[in-house]
């Protein structure tokens, strides 16, 4: 059983950055596939990024990819999402899963056992 915990979200102005994190307790992260999702007001969910801990594997769909990076931090138990170069479109909650698997990450939702509350990022104009 895993428990994720997001925060690092605020109100950042278009262009700038945050670095959102997601701390995990419950077990270690070795053979984790962390996802990071959004849901931006009146959308559906969107798979943003996936870290694999076993085979390193990462993801970034098109419109975080460039600008974004995902890491993971053993020591702490955490993964992260740095983003830079904020723009309108990135605002919304975004949510880190857990799936316990030696598999490569996906951005499928239905592949995560574990989520998070949320941590709301607003990128203002």
């Known amino acids: 059983q895993l428990q994720l915990v997001e925060s690092g979200g605020g109100l950042v102005q278009s262009g700038g950055s945050l670095r959102l994190s997601c701390a995990v307790s419950?077990?270690?992260?070795?053979?984790?596939?962390i996802g990071w999702f959004r849901q931006a007001p009146g959308k559906e969910h969107e798979g943003v990024s996936c870290?694999?801990?076993?085979?390193?594997?990462?993801y970034y769909t098109d419109s975080v990819r460039g600008r974004s990076t995902i890491s993971a931090d053993n020591a702490k138990n955490a993964v992260y999402l740095q983003m830079n170069n904020l723009k309108l479109e990135d605002t919304g909650i975004y949510y880190c899963?857990?799936?316990?698997?030696?598999?490569?990450?996906?951005?499928?939702?239905?592949?995560?056992?574990?989520w998070g509350q949320g941590t709301q990022v607003t990128v203002s104009s």
């Open positions: 870290l694999g801990t076993s085979d390193g594997s990462t």
């Open positions: 899963a857990a799936v316990i698997t030696g598999q490569p990450c996906t951005v499928v939702r239905s592949d995560y056992d574990y």
């Open positions: 419950g077990d270690t992260l070795k053979y984790v596939v």
